[in-house]
T-cell receptor, first 116, second 111 residues
């Protein structure tokens, strides 16, 4: 596709339910990132995938959060037993080593998650 | 670890210049970026600068880097209402890898 896409664009769930958020990066991009943006807050790094290397999970806030990237392309962020404090916009970005601008990240439009 | 700090809000009049400031802690930062986020959208790269440069100009945008003080600024000349957005400063040590983002500065341009 032309850019990074994310689905769903909006997700409303009840406290305690599990949710899955999907990211389709730009085709051929080897790196994929997940961030969380809470209302009035900055960008919080969650997890980073680079090629076939083990992902950098240092930003995941708890073991309720997990992510996988299948076939080096699509990624799914899973939040188990959602809590109200998980309400935020979840942003995905991708980048490629061969990009003309070093380490430029291309962002999707985000998924707005609301936990009731 | 790396830390990037920005003031949270800036308000200017249309036609004035805007200056958004950023400080970072990691002297190993090689690339420094400014991203723009418009309402309801993801971030989009505006411009970047290598750490061995002092200044970069791109049309209405001027980036100044003071490496000694670890201070980065973005000046927008002749600010327009369409420039109203959140501006994020970010740094990266490598050509490929994680970037550290600041909390973003919300720029409001009043007519």
């Amino acid at each position: 596709g032309a850019g990074v896409s994310q689905s769903p664009s909006n997700k409303v769930t009840e406290k305690g339910k599990d949710v899955e958020l999907r990211c389709d990066p730009i085709s051929g991009h080897t790196a994929l990132y997940w961030y969380r943006q809470s209302l009035g807050q900055g960008l919080e790094f969650l997890i980073y995938f680079q090629g076939n290397s083990a992902p950098d999970k240092s930003g995941l806030p708890s073991d309720r959060f997990s992510a996988e990237r299948t076939g080096g392309s699509v990624s799914t962020l899973t939040i188990q037993r959602t809590q109200q404090e998980d309400s935020a916009v979840y942003l995905c970005a991708s980048s490629d080593y061969s990009s003309r601008t070093p380490n430029e990240q291309f962002f999707g439009p985000g998924t707005r998650l609301t936990v009731l | 670890g790396e830390d990037v700090e920005q003031s949270l809000f800036l308000s200017v009049r249309e036609g004035d210049s805007s200056v958004i400031n950023c400080t970072y802690t990691d002297s190993s930062s090689t690339y420094l970026y400014w991203y723009k986020q418009e309402p309801g959208a993801g971030l989009q790269l505006l411009t970047y600068i290598f750490s061995n440069m002092d200044m970069k100009q791109d049309q209405r945008l001027t980036v100044l880097l003071n490496k000694k003080d670890k201070h980065l600024s973005l000046r927008i000349a002749d600010t327009q209402t369409g420039d109203s957005a959140i501006y994020f400063c970010a740094e990266s040590m490598e050509r490929a890898g994680k970037s550290t983002f600041g909390d973003g500065t919300t720029l409001t341009v009043k007519p």
